[in-house]
Antibody, heavy 119, light 107 residues
């Protein structure tokens, strides 16, 4: 079964970038569609982007376009999410999650990575 | 984007109660509706996929129903470990969107 292990908590200054990793085990990254979800403190879940297996491309949510980059290193089965131009409102827990099929559910999820943006 | 609206936003119930949470989509999503449970400080956990399919190892007291725009998650007999926040998610269209969550608290 798939297991996802994310990198540790980060503290960043406004304007900086953060890169969060998500290590896959149990499957190879080539076999999976990886997605990233943000959860601000005390708030709900917000999809940031993910791999669309129908067209073979990574799709980003419009509100993150231009600020987020999702990449994969298939040699280490690790997915990455980089968010730039950080602001205080980006303080959140970021999750990676495996999507199943073009209309599929997310399962499992990584344990989450807290990113705190503070001057 | 498809908007997902859950009701209620919060709910108080007792162990042994039967509980129903509703999720409504702003347009038809067929059966592309999933339910997740999230406990404080933890990642969401998939409970129900494709509106009514129970994820492996999820207790049978959880069930899902609905199609089109209206869906429900039912917990037949609440257990202490069920007190958490529940989210619905549509995966009919990109972007996949979540409901705002329903917080289930102990009465």
């Amino acid at each position: 079964q798939v297991q996802l292990v994310q990198s540790g908590a980060e503290v960043k200054k406004p304007g900086a970038s953060v890169k969060v990793s998500c290590k896959v085990s149990g499957y190879t990254l080539n076999e999976l569609s990886m997605h990233w979800v943000r959860q601000a403190p005390g708030k709900g879940l917000e999809w940031m982007g993910g791999f669309d297996p129908e067209n073979g491309e990574t799709i980003y949510a419009q509100r993150f376009q231009g600020r987020v980059t999702m990449t994969e290193d298939t040699s280490t089965d690790t997915a990455y999410m980089e968010l730039s131009s950080l602001r205080s409102e980006d303080t959140a827990v970021f999750y990676c999650a495996t999507g199943w099929g073009p209309n599929g559910w997310f399962d499992p999820w990584g344990q989450g990575t807290l990113v705190t943006v503070s001057s | 984007d498809i908007q997902m609206t859950q009701s209620p936003s919060s709910l108080s119930a007792s162990v042994g109660d039967r509980v129903t949470i509703t999720c409504r989509a702003s347009q038809s999503i067929s059966s592309y509706l999933n339910w997740y449970q999230q406990k404080p400080g933890k990642a969401p956990k998939l409970l129900i996929y494709a509106a009514s399919s129970l994820q492996s190892e999820v207790p049978s007291r959880f069930s899902g129903s609905g199609s089109g725009t209206d869906f429900t998650l039912t917990i037949s007999s609440l257990q202490p470990e069920d007190f958490a926040t529940y989210y619905c998610q549509q995966t009919h269209s990109t972007p996949p969107t979540f409901g705002q969550g329903t917080r289930l608290e102990i009465k």
